[in-house]
């Protein structure tokens, strides 16, 4: 069946590269998202990557993609403390179903 | 301007009560849902609505009923609500692409609806 697992927790220090990982289940996954979701609010949208791609760089964003071990990982440079957020895996096949991860719970230390 | 707006962001009721949330998009989508975030912060989805057509039913209790009466607006209805109602309920909304699409079906979500069942 369809699985998306993550780490539950993450921390690291003000400054810091962050590197959040991710392992999915469905081969014919297509689009891979990362979301961010801050204290008493919503999921925000803030990567995407398509299955042809194997990497994806938006400032200090990047998304690695292993599509052979069906790994994805988020990397944030220069961890700020405005970082600290639940941040969530999803796969899609493009149908309308997407599955998210638990989320992984980012805590940057000043 | 909000992309994806739900009412009302705050709600507390007790056990028995009949409530609603509504949630209206106006990106032009055609895909709208609804998700549960319990209190450990898992996301799960509840239902998903495409051209106001129920497409995505996941096992959940028929006190809850979903309503669409146009691509914008899903509203969902709680009957003889319980404590373990207790959570976040996000509205979504997406656009359908054809397979290959470089974003796929994306989904934008509400700021959600914090539900407290006393």
């Known amino acids: 069946g369809e699985d998306v697992e993550q780490s539950l927790f993450l921390s690291v220090r003000e400054g810091d590269s962050s590197v959040i990982n991710c392992t999915y289940t469905?081969?014919?996954?297509?689009?891979l998202y990362w979301y961010k979701q801050e204290p008493g609010a919503g999921l925000q949208l803030l990567t995407y990557?398509?299955?042809?791609?194997d990497m994806k760089q938006d400032q200090r964003l990047t998304v690695l993609l292993n599509k052979k071990d069906k790994h994805l990982s988020l990397r944030i440079a220069d961890t700020q403390t405005g970082d600290s957020a639940i941040y969530f895996c999803?796969?899609?096949?493009?149908?309308?179903?997407?599955?998210f991860g638990a989320g992984t719970r980012l805590f940057v230390k000043a | 301007d909000t992309a994806v707006s739900q009412t009302p962001k705050y709600l507390v009721t007790q056990m028995g009560n009949d409530k609603s949330i509504k949630c209206e998009q106006n990106?032009?989508?055609?895909?709208m849902y609804w998700y549960k975030q319990d209190s450990k912060k898992f996301l799960k989805i509840m239902f998903s609505?495409?051209?106001?057509?129920?497409?995505i039913n996941e096992t959940v209790p028929n006190r809850f009923s979903p309503k669409s009466p146009d691509k914008a607006h899903l509203n969902l209805h709680i009957n003889s609500l319980e404590l373990g109602d207790s959570a976040v309920y996000f509205c979504?909304?997406?656009?359908?692409?054809?397979?290959?699409?470089?974003?796929?079906?994306?989904?934008?979500f509400g700021e959600g609806s914090w539900l407290t069942v006393v």
């Open positions: 979504a909304s997406s656009q359908t692409r054809d397979r290959g699409y470089s974003s796929g079906n994306t989904i934008y």
């Open positions: 469905d081969s014919s996954s297509t689009y």
């Open positions: 990557i398509f299955s042809n791609m």
């Open positions: 999803a796969e899609s096949t493009g149908g309308f179903k997407t599955i």
């Open positions: 990106l032009g989508h055609d895909t």
């Open positions: 609505y495409n051209n106001k057509e129920l497409i």
